[in-house]
């Protein structure tokens, strides 16, 4: 290890942005979600990312800020604007528009690698929303480069209508040991790689467990991780086991599901970086993901929202139940 580096640090690249309601904004991106539970859970980390010189920009340095991030990773852009969601109100429901040309589209190459310059990661997070334009692709594929190889690559597919295509997914895949992804992105998967349309009957459950055992070997992968929201998550192994967590006790209430993805990426890295056992990393990933359901947005507005969680999993509460196959 290099003089200066910061031991057993987590890589999180890509977007942070402002999601903004007619009622007002809310900062946000599924990577920047991420970084900030592993900071509030004292994990090192590193959050590569890169945002505009504007009043939105100032909101998401003010999260840095608040969560005591390391800004060595965060760029600033003199030209473009700090990445923005529109959120519209719709009889169906939330519209979601990604605003195109963002800052987060430009992070750019040589700062990246100068910031990961001084860390040792253990792990590289990384989704798709910030590959859709060149300059920020090429920047990840640089940083993937430059990272050891026994640093994890974990993958949080995270696929928005018409942001990305399949070549970027295809060449993410590859990239990536470890993959998540939500139900629907998983039926994405089928149709690309298996040709299941949409007018195809459902697969039995025996089929869709072998299909998924077919893209881990497909793609090289270590484990693809399936999220199915209140019921769970399957965690498929490269040695062809599968883990069923879905004993996970319900939250109280559930105000939105917004960031509960995000929740389930950050505690199964921080398992990771602590060396908990698999089974009790996707049981707790689990239980915390439905505990960000129970509160107002993707992460708590009170940071003292973290500190039952730590002394929760210090003691050694039990965590649910599951099962192995």
């Known amino acids: 290890m290099k003089a200066g580096t910061t031991a057993g640090t987590t890589v999180v690249f890509g977007e942070a942005l402002v999601d903004d309601f007619a009622t007002g904004q809310v900062v946000g991106g599924a990577p920047f979600n991420v970084a900030r539970h592993l900071a509030a859970f004292m994990a090192p980390s590193l959050m590569v990312t890169r945002i505009g010189e504007d009043r939105n920009g100032e909101s998401v340095r003010a999260e840095f800020e608040r969560f005591a991030m390391s800004q060595a990773g965060l760029q600033r852009d003199a030209i473009e604007e700090t990445g923005r969601v529109l959120v519209e109100r719709t009889a169906k429901g939330h519209r979601f528009v990604i ?172 398992g990771r970086m602590r060396g908990w056992p698999l089974a009790l990393t996707l049981a707790r990933a689990n239980e915390f993901a439905g505990a960000i359901c129970a509160v107002a947005g993707a992460v708590p507005r009170d940071l003292n929202f973290y500190d039952k969680w730590v002394n929760r999993w210090r003691e050694g509460t039990p965590a649910p139940s599951f099962t192995s196959r």
């Open 99 to 270: 605003v195109p040309n963002q800052a987060y589209d430009y992070i750019e190459r040589e700062a990246a690698l100068k910031a990961l310059a001084g860390v040792a990661p253990s792990a590289l997070y990384f989704g798709t929303l910030a590959q859709r334009n060149e300059r920020s692709r090429g920047t990840l594929q640089a940083l993937l480069g430059a990272t050891a190889p026994q640093a994890m690559r974990f993958l949080d597919l995270n696929l928005r209508d018409g942001q990305v295509g399949e070549r970027t997914v295809f060449h993410a895949l590859h990239a990536a040991d470890v993959a998540k992804v939500n139900e629907e992105e998983l039926q994405a998967l089928f149709g690309w790689y298996f040709q299941l349309g949409p007018n195809d009957p459902p697969m039995a459950a025996d089929e869709t467990r072998s299909a998924c055992a077919g893209l881990v070997q497909m793609f090289g992968l270590e484990a693809l991780i399936v999220t199915l929201g209140h019921r769970g998550s399957v965690y498929f192994g490269r040695d062809g086991s599968a883990i069923d967590t879905r004993e996970t006790p319900a939250p109280p209430f559930v105000i939105d599901t917004v960031g509960a993805g995000d929740a389930f990426s950050a505690i199964f890295l921080l």
